[in-house]
T-cell receptor, first 114, second 110 residues
Framework: DTAVSQTPKYLVTQMGNDKSIKCEQNLGHDTMYWYKQDSKKFLKIMFSYNNKELIINETVPNRFSPKSPDKAHLNLHINSLELGDSAVYFC?????????????FGEGSWLTVV | SQQGEEDPQALSIQEGENATMNCSYKTSINNLQWYRQNSGRGLVHLILIRSNEREKHSGRLRVTLDTSKKSSSLLITASRAADTASYFCATDANAGKSTFGDGTTLTVKP
């Protein structure tokens, strides 16, 4: 069974559109994340939720809005997509927000904005 | 700026050789982790080393940590073609916020 699953895996869309990426984890973790990886493989945290509560919100345009309906799900909605949003978005989870917890990553969602 | 920086950016070796990757960071940390990313896949945790540890082993992996130099190294011994991947270090200075380095792309030629 896939521990952290995200959909869609590939998404090609036009500038200005609104899109969502969904993420679910079946590990029973209480903390979930969204990371963005650019073309140079630079991986940066965007958001983190612990028990549905936002705990990390990095400097991300407010066009990006995460939503956590329950602690097993963390979706990412992006409004008014721009060319620079093209990247791979990784959902991840961990147990607790204590230092040193292993982060489990999904397989990534490849977003291409044209 | 990015907390962790890996060196080298890319490394190409023959199967059977050892591969060494380095990670340097800027601020004090609680622990440091190494992750692996196969092409087109998500990151997978390899090993964690805490700030009070100097060396750790896991199978063919050996990780060292020098907090005085703010650096860590990952050694993969007797490399295999299947070790071809990108390797990232992640530092955890603040609880719940792991900061990843730029990664080292390792190519192991059969």
């Amino acid at each position: 069974d896939t521990a952290v699953s995200q959909t869609p895996k590939y998404l090609v869309t036009q500038m200005g559109n609104d899109k969502s990426i969904k993420c679910e984890q079946n590990l029973g973790h209480d903390t979930m994340y969204w990371y963005k990886q650019d073309s140079k493989k630079f991986l940066k945290i965007m958001f983190s939720y612990n028990n549905k509560e936002l705990i990390i919100n990095e400097t991300v345009p407010n066009r990006f809005s995460p939503k956590s309906p329950d602690k097993a799900h963390l979706n990412l909605h992006i409004n008014s997509l721009e060319l620079g949003d093209s990247a791979v978005y990784f959902c991840a989870s961990s147990q607790g927000k204590v230092s040193g917890n292993t982060i489990y990553f999904g397989e990534g969602s490849w977003l291409t904005v044209v | 700026s990015q907390q962790g920086e890996e060196d080298p950016q890319a490394l190409s070796i023959q199967e059977g050789e050892n591969a060494t990757m380095n990670c340097s960071y800027k601020t004090s940390i609680n622990n440091l982790q190494w992750y692996r990313q196969n092409s087109g896949r998500g990151l997978v945790h390899l090993i964690l080393i805490r700030s009070n540890e100097r060396e750790k082993h896991s199978g063919r992996l050996r990780v060292t940590l020098d907090t005085s130099k703010k650096s860590s190294s990952l050694l993969i011994t007797a490399s295999r073609a299947a070790d071809t991947a990108s390797y990232f270090c992640a530092t955890d200075a603040n609880a719940g916020k792991s900061t990843f380095g730029d990664g080292t792309t390792l190519t192991v030629k059969p």
